[in-house]
Antibody, heavy 118, light 107 residues
Framework: QVQLVQSGSELKKPGASVKVSCKTS????????MNWVRQAPGQGLEWMGW????????TYAQGFTGRFVLSLDISVSTAYLQISPLKAEDTAVYYC???????????WGQGTLVTVSS | DLQMTQSPSSLSASVGDRVTITCRAS??????LAWYQQKPGKVPKLLIY???TLQSGVPSRFSGSGSGTDFTLTISSLQPEDVATYYC?????????FGQGTKVEIK
């Protein structure tokens, strides 16, 4: 069965960096692109960007350029989100989410809570 | 950038009521529209894609309609387990923007 398993919660100080992993199984990793979605505490879903798992080419939403990097390791069927340097307003749950062939999101990771606090 | 505007932002209805949520795109997105349900503390779940196609396993009381700029999610008979926040998302092109969400509660 399709699974997206994300790395665990992180507590970081402002200015530090974090790398969230999203390990996939149960399907051909390079056949489906991957979204990343942010949800700040008590807020809605915010689309951050997506990465083409065939080419490794990322596309970022406005507001997620510069400090945010999407990457892949195809050898272990894993997608990554790195944020550096972290700011307090980056405190949120981050989801990886598979893009189905027709374009909607059909599978989500369980979410990774990143807390940025001094 | 294209905006996705949902209304209402919240609603309260009785069990068995018909509930309608609207999503409006600021530009034509054809039928590249999905609806998701997020229960408190849970991961979002796909309900509907291509504006009106029900995802496998989703109860038939959920339906979607619309095309172009105006879309609707309807719950034909609200059930207690439908308490959640519902989001639309456009996916014809980047950015794949979400609506701001509609919180559905039981009266």
């Amino acid at each position: 069965q399709v699974q997206l398993v994300q790395s665990g919660s992180e507590l970081k100080k402002p200015g530090a960096s974090v790398k969230v992993s999203c390990k996939t199984s149960g399907y051909s990793f390079i056949s489906y692109a991957m979204n990343w979605v942010r949800q700040a505490p008590g807020q809605g879903l915010e689309w951050m960007g997506w990465i083409n798992t065939n080419t490794g080419n990322p596309t970022y939403a406005q507001g997620f350029t510069g400090r945010f990097v999407l990457s892949l390791d195809i050898s272990v069927s894993t997608a990554y989100l790195q944020i550096s340097p972290l700011k307090a307003e980056d405190t949120a749950v981050y989801y990886c989410a598979r893009i189905a062939r027709e374009g909607a999101i059909d599978y989500w990771g369980q979410g990774t809570l990143v807390t940025v606090s001094s | 950038d294209l905006q996705m505007t949902q209304s209402p932002s919240s609603l309260s209805a009785s069990v068995g009521d018909r509930v309608t949520i609207t999503c409006r795109a600021s530009q034509d997105i054809s039928n590249y529209l999905a609806w998701y349900q997020q229960k408190p503390g849970k991961v979002p779940k796909l309900l509907i894609y291509t504006a009106s196609t029900l995802q496998s396993g989703v109860p038939s009381r959920f339906s979607g309609s619309g095309s172009g700029t105006d879309f609707t999610l309807t719950i034909s008979s609200l059930q207690p387990e439908d308490v959640a926040t519902y989001y639309c998302q456009k996916y014809n092109s980047a950015p794949r923007t979400f609506g701001q969400g509609t919180k559905v509660e039981i009266k």
